[in-house]
């Protein structure tokens, strides 16, 4: 998929107050489900822009925001200037689907709302894991399975995942403890979606 959906989105993304309490449910859930601190290097991977990241500043260390999203990217830098996201964060144009893995290594990378996006989903995964560090985390939020409603515009990707084949996939990766959990719904015309958190550390 291109990324004009997302370029088109980005200057409004954060207008939505939803998009702000779905992001602090997942940062909850990550912060609970993993261990961090100041000193740990995070990848957020599909930032947007970046409302996940913001919601665990104070609970990690540097960060790296991901997106292939050039109208993303905009926001994400316009955040960093203005001190919203740190001054330090770097902001990356990466997508895993097609570019190189980059050789730096993280402490906990993290995604939100992006996996059902991916086509090549176990090359993502694979990349997730040689990002991370040994004892590394990683940790998933998406979409359970749904019927296909939950995208009104036109899409390539997955209809939420059934956790089990994920944790299955994220097993393929090489990765270990993978556990699965509720973490947040996202409410689209009046159907709620559920969406979990999926946990796993590169050995
Ligand atoms: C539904 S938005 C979620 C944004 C943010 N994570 C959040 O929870 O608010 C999905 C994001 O993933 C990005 N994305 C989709 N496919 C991607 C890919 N292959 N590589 C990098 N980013 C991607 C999109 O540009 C978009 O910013």
Redesign the pocket.
């Known amino acids: ?1 291109g ?1 004009e959906h ?1 370029d088109d989105k980005a200057a409004t ?1 954060d207008d939505d107050p939803d ?1 702000a309490r ?2 602090q449910d ?1 940062a909850r859930a990550v912060a609970s489900a993993v261990p961090t601190d100041g000193a740990t290097r995070l990848l ?6 970046g ?2 990241t913001q919601a665990l500043i104070g609970r990690v260390g540097p960060v790296t925001l ?4 050039p109208g ?1 990217r905009e926001v994400l830098q316009v955040k960093v200037a203005s001190g919203i996201l740190p001054r330090d964060a770097r902001v990356w144009d ?4 097609t570019q190189p893995v980059p050789s730096e290594r993280f402490d906990l990378v993290v ?4 996996m059902h ?2 086509t090549q989903l176990d090359v ?1 995964l694979a990349a997730f894991a040689e990002l991370l560090e040994p004892g590394g985390h990683l940790c998933i939020a998406d979409l359970d399975r749904e019927d296909g409603s939950f995208h009104s515009h036109d899409f390539g990707g997955h209809h939420g995942f059934d956790r089990q084949e994920l944790v299955t996939a994220l097993g393929a990766a090489g990765l270990a403890e993978v556990t699965t959990a509720d973490c947040t719904t996202i409410s689209k015309e009046g159907t709620a979606y559920p969406v979990f958190l999926a946990t796993a550390r590169r050995p």
């Open positions: 998929m990324t997302f993304w998009k779905q992001a997942v957020e991977y599909g930032a947007g822009t409302l996940v991901a997106d292939n999203s993303m990466l997508d895993l689907e995604s939100s709302m992006v996006h991916v993502v």
